[in-house]
């Protein structure tokens, strides 16, 4: 069955830095668009970036452009989400999800919890 | 502010039906067949339960069903139970650059 894990969530102070990682199985991982969403302490969904299944094109929310970049190795079946210039405005469960172009996000992870605070 | 308008909250008694609303615009919801719907139990991941306007995955229950009108794509549970309570949150399409927008949720209580 498909399986997304999340790692490297903590809290981080503003201004810090952060790399969040989601492992991968169930599904050939490499003919996958992926995706990172988060959703702030009782607040929406807001999807943050997108990457294709050849890392051949990247995507991202305005929000967090020129701060985060999306990453994957299909070879370890992971995808990562490194996180700069954090403010606290980026604290939430940042979820790691399989998406199908344009259609859906089929499959999320549980979530990791990042916090920027002082 | 959320792209796509849900109520906030919506409610309803077993065995009841309840339909949950997700305004956008011609950009997104009314220009493409691509509304998706998602529920959320508390402290838990979103998990598919229609795409594509109306079709549901495998194991989700016939009693969810979708459709849209113009604008507004609909979210309809039938026979309502006690694990229906959770937030649902509608997806769809866009034609902007960021490609996938979200509604800001809707708070299911069943009574």
């Known amino acids: 069955q498909v399986q997304l894990v999340e790692s490297g969530g903590g809290l981080v102070k503003p201004g810090g830095s952060l790399r969040l990682s989601c492992a991968a199985s169930?599904?050939?991982?490499?003919?996958?668009?992926m995706s990172w969403i988060r959703q702030a302490p009782g607040k929406g969904l807001e999807w943050v970036s997108y990457?294709?299944?050849?890392?051949?094109?990247?995507n991202y929310a305005d929000s967090v452009k020129g701060r985060f970049t999306i990453s994957r190795d299909n070879a370890k079946n992971s995808l990562y989400l490194q996180m700069n210039s954090l403010r606290a405005e980026d604290t939430a469960v940042y979820y790691c999800a399989r998406w199908i172009p344009d259609t859906r996000v089929d499959y999320w992870g549980q979530g990791t919890l990042v916090t920027v605070s002082s | 502010q959320s792209a796509l308008t849900q109520p906030a909250s919506v409610s309803g008694s077993p065995g009841q039906s309840i339909t949950i609303s997700c305004t956008g615009t011609?950009?997104?919801?009314?220009?493409?067949?691509?509304v998706s719907w998602y529920q959320q139990h508390p402290g838990k991941a979103p998990k598919l339960m229609i795409y594509d306007v109306s079709n549901r995955p495998s194991g989700v229950s016939n009693r969810f069903s979708g459709s849209k009108s113009g604008n507004t794509a609909s979210l309809t549970i039938s026979g309502l139970q006690a694990e229906d309570e959770a937030d649902y949150y509608c997806?769809?399409?866009?034609?902007?650059?960021?490609?996938?927008?979200f509604g800001g949720g809707t708070k299911l209580t069943v009574l």
């Open positions: 990457i294709s299944s050849s890392s051949s094109y990247t």
């Open positions: 997806s769809s399409y866009t034609s902007s650059s960021t490609l996938l927008v």
């Open positions: 011609s950009s997104d919801v009314g220009g493409y067949n691509y």
């Open positions: 169930g599904f050939t991982f490499s003919d996958y668009y």
